[in-house]
């Protein structure tokens, strides 16, 4: 499980990608391209450090979306548009390390990259009660109209369900849905349970 969770984070092709960009970048932005190099391998870095871990921070969470987004941007550029919502309070919420990471790479594969002019992708935690919800939200293509909102397929959200149902059973839960409002697109909604606080 391990090899392949690392195995689909570190996506050749993606890596292969983001090298090329930034050797064009040297020749003509060394600022850019030096601040591109830092998020690779700040992204490397939780990428690798998280097959030693069962939980990190949400806060670590949310860092190594934001490095990988902004690898995406090279690539993407103004059509790629991130927004982050984490309350404070939830910054240290234990969570399974790269547990968005699959969301949010469908996001941009089939939401945000099919779109000519791309668009937003949004990553949200809330507390609900004595639950956690962790939400990615595109507005891109939307789902296919024979598509099966509860279930969902491909290796990504089956990875996200498989660990949420061996760390939580029955207790967590993986949505996709088409968005509820004019700006279409697709949400994807976690549910799990917060951590009961030690006394």
């Known amino acids: 499980m391990q090899l392949k969770l690392l195995q689909s984070q570190l996506e050749p092709h993606m890596l292969f990608n983001t090298l090329a960009n930034l050797r064009v970048l040297i020749g003509l932005d060394a600022a850019q391209a030096q601040a591109m190099l830092d998020h690779l391998i700040a992204f490397l870095r939780t990428t690798l450090a998280s097959t030693r871990v069962e939980r990190h921070a949400l806060a670590t969470e949310f860092k190594a979306l934001d490095d990988y987004l ?81 279930a969902g397929s491909g290796f990504g959200l089956e990875q996200v369900r498989t660990r949420l149902a061996t760390l939580y059973g029955h207790d967590a839960t993986l949505t996709v849905q088409p968005a509820t409002d004019a700006e279409g697109g697709t949400e994807a909604l976690i549910e799990m349970p917060l951590p009961t606080p030690t006394p």
């Open 70 to 150: 902004a690898l995406m941007r090279v690539r993407m550029g103004a059509r790629l548009q991130p927004q982050f919502e984490l309350p404070p309070p939830l910054a240290e919420v234990p969570v399974p390390p790269l547990l968005l990471q699959p969301l949010v790479e469908n996001a941009i594969k089939h939401g945000l990259e099919p779109q000519v002019a791309g668009g937003r992708i949004e990553v949200g935690a809330r507390r609900l009660g004595n639950r956690l919800q962790l939400r990615v939200r595109d507005t891109g293509a939307g789902l296919p109209a024979q598509a099966d909102t509860t």
